[in-house]
């Protein structure tokens, strides 16, 4: 599909799992990727793994849907390959008591490396 003229965000699921390499291996010499979005990142080395098997300049949007991903935050929001952070919307508000947004977006925030932005989650407390 990637390669009739489409161009389209994928999403990898996380580089712990068998299916992050497939994904690379179907992705191989499409030309509609305009990015992708990582599952689960919780390290910088997760953003530099996936990087090395895209083309080069590919946008990462890495998703952060744990607490080892937020403690680790900064580091994977500064790593070269990352052009976003999200926090997942759907792992992350059931485990550490966020309230959802009303507008009820799938990906809590974005930010860029320089700067978080926590706004669409408030603390219920």
């Known amino acids: 599909m990637l390669n009739s003229g489409v161009v389209a965000w994928v999403r990898i699921n996380a580089i712990t799992t068998e299916h992050w390499w497939k994904t690379f291996k179907a992705l191989k010499n499409t030309k509609g990727l305009r990015g992708v979005m990582l599952a689960t990142a919780e390290h910088a080395t997760d953003i ?63 930010a860029t490396r320089d700067r978080f932005n926590f706004g669409r989650y408030s603390r219920p407390y």
């Open 48 to 110: 530099d793994r996936t990087a090395s098997e895209l083309p080069a300049g590919t946008p990462i949007i890495a998703l952060i849907e744990s607490a080892l991903g937020v403690h680790n935050a900064v580091e994977i929001a500064s790593a070269i390959g990352t052009f976003r952070i999200a926090f997942g919307s759907r792992r992350l508000p059931p485990r550490y008591r966020f309230q959802r947004h009303p507008h009820g977006a799938r990906l809590c925030a974005l």
